[in-house]
């Protein structure tokens, strides 16, 4: 027996009481407790739609779209997945797809830049140099050094732009880095 089917059967075993103690007092009459007559509207209100809904959960196989202990998700559409009426305008899409296209492909082009950078061979230190040839060596290193600092300067420089652009189209950025509508 399903959790549908049980649920069914404890409506069915409530409504029963309830149509019973609201109809015979409602044929009875003469109730002058304002909260006895409530009381009694309740049971026959309650008892009758108790009775309704049990009888459906036992003939019904599927949800009727009311709550369902048994539904997990079935039949949920996700923003992502309708092709109308996305909560997200259609131009706010497209910038963040190409600006993500961008943002990736820059970096991309950055990370290869640096590849290329730090996988220069670099001779090694032969052991009987000059002065004169240390401190050639010095300077190709403080070059390289220089080339390594600018091109981060650089792309540090080119993320907070594309970050800022995307913020001032309502993007807002979670801790993980990914990025949400406002």
């Known amino acids: 027996m399903t959790k549908r089917?049980?649920?069914?059967?404890?409506?069915?075993?409530?409504?029963?009481?309830?149509?019973?103690?609201?109809?015979?007092?409602?044929?009875?009459?003469?109730?002058n407790n304002t909260a006895l007559s409530i009381g009694i509207a309740l049971a026959c209100t309650l008892g009758i739609f108790f009775a309704i809904s049990g009888l459906i959960m036992l003939i019904t196989k599927n949800s009727l779209g009311i709550l369902n202990p048994d539904d997990k998700?079935?039949?949920?559409?996700?923003?992502?997945?309708?092709?109308?009426?996305?909560?997200?305008?259609?131009?706010?899409?497209?910038?963040?797809?190409?600006?993500?296209?961008?943002?990736?492909?820059?970096?991309?082009?950055?990370?290869?830049?640096?590849?290329?950078?730090?996988?220069?061979?670099?001779?090694?230190?032969a052991k009987a140099e000059t002065s004169v040839d240390l401190m050639k060596r010095e300077k190709k290193l403080e070059t390289r050094r220089k080339e390594l600092e600018s091109l981060l300067a650089e792309v540090t420089k080119e993320e907070k732009a594309v970050e800022k652009e995307l913020k001032s189209k309502g993007w807002v950025q979670q801790k993980d880095g990914s990025w949400s509508i406002e």
Request: net charge positive; aromatic share 6%.
């Open 5 to 31: 089917k049980k649920h069914g059967i404890i409506l069915l075993a409530l409504s029963g009481p309830m149509m019973w103690f609201g109809f015979t007092n409602f044929i009875a009459g003469g109730i």
């Open 73 to 125: 998700g079935r039949g949920e559409i996700l923003a992502s997945q309708t092709s109308k009426d996305s909560p997200i305008p259609e131009d706010l899409q497209q910038d963040l797809v190409i600006q993500n296209e961008m943002k990736r492909t820059y970096q991309d082009s950055v990370a290869q830049a640096q590849k290329e950078i730090i996988n220069k061979k670099v001779k090694p230190m």
